[in-house]
């Protein structure tokens, strides 16, 4: 592939997902009937409501967690997992702490903020230090720089993913998950469609990382791959029967109701892998998916990363990008990606400075929001 078109489609890539990011903020947690409601159809960059305030195309900590991946990925791309987990630290310290605000990450789980809470402690004594046993969407939602970093390396995208992901989980659903999602964002880089993706060796990779994850009986190893499997068998599907269909089973394997756009792997993964294969465009994949609700921001943001690398920067519409506060923050990163940067390659500016100034813009703005 040639560095334009590969200059592309990273691009599309990660704009995409901070797009879809910053697009479901704002209906993080409501129901599509609430988000009907307010909204109609929720097509445009809005202001994330009270008490959680944040502007229109701020990013939150799903692209954060992205983008340092990707920093880490560049600094030591067969050792990321010290780097990315110094990352997570080093943005946290880069705003204060406070009623809502968990130091520079913005729009925290509780999970998130426990393995960072416990990195702090570690003092970078140990990367590991705040892995969860959780099988949420948490390592899924900042993979895709994996892919950006190791488009043509099959091997050496499952190693990186499995150091990367033991820094957030110890289940092998959440690892299964993520390694999908890396696996579609490769095979868009590669051919620019989702469309001839080969669903058995798109399983098969989903399943090794699986197992080599490992810590679960049979029914949690393969739990993710199986619910993708169910999925791709049933396409093409109309939208509401599938959404019900992975809604059941990603209920089977819960103790408690899975909607389709739940942070829960089996759920949201599942959705947003559909979702990025099935919608006609890219603009109408992430418009379809913020407006399920629930984990919009995450769901956002993996379609769009998925769907983003696919079609490029071309299919992102302008209206979205130019109100990105992110607009062309991370360009250093992409030249990085597409000229293969050396180990120890560094950005002009650190993410934790970017991100500390745009928490302190946007806390200013909401201060003169309130005058
Ligand atoms: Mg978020």
Known sequence: MDNTTLRSRITGSLDALLIGDALGCPVEMKTPAEIRARYGTLRTLEDTPRPWWRPAGLHSDDSQQAVALCDALLEAPDDPAPVFARLLVEIFEAYEKGPGQHGGHRGTGKNFRVTVDKLVAAAGADPFAGAQPTAGNGVAMLAAPIAWRFPT???????????????????????????????????????????????GRWIDATAAAERAAGGGDGSVTHAFSRALTAMLARLP????????????????????????????????????????????????????????????????????????????????????????????????RIEALVSGAAEGWRPAESLAASEGRWSRMAERARVSGEG
């Open 153 to 199: 390396e099959p091997a050496r995208r499952e190693k990186a993913l499995l150091a990367v992901a033991r820094v957030k989980t110890t289940d092998p659903r959440a690892v299964g998950a993520a390694a999908a999602v890396v696996e579609a964002v490769a095979h868009g880089l590669a051919r620019g469609s989702l469309r001839d993706i080969d669903h």
């Open 237 to 332: 599907c109309p939208r509401a029967e599938m959404l019900e269909a992975i809604e059941a089973v990603a209920g089977a394997t819960s103790d408690r109701p899975v909607g389709p756009s739940a942070g829960y792997a089996l759920g949201s993964v599942v959705t947003a892998l559909y979702l990025a294969l099935d919608a006609p465009t890219l603009e109408r994949a992430l418009i379809d998916a913020v407006n399920l609700g629930d984990d919009a921001d995450t769901v956002g943001a993996m379609v769009g990363a998925v769907r983003g690398a696919a079609d490029g920067a071309g299919a992102v519409p302008k209206r979205w990008r130019e109100g990105l506060w992110a607009k062309g923050a991370f360009n250093d």
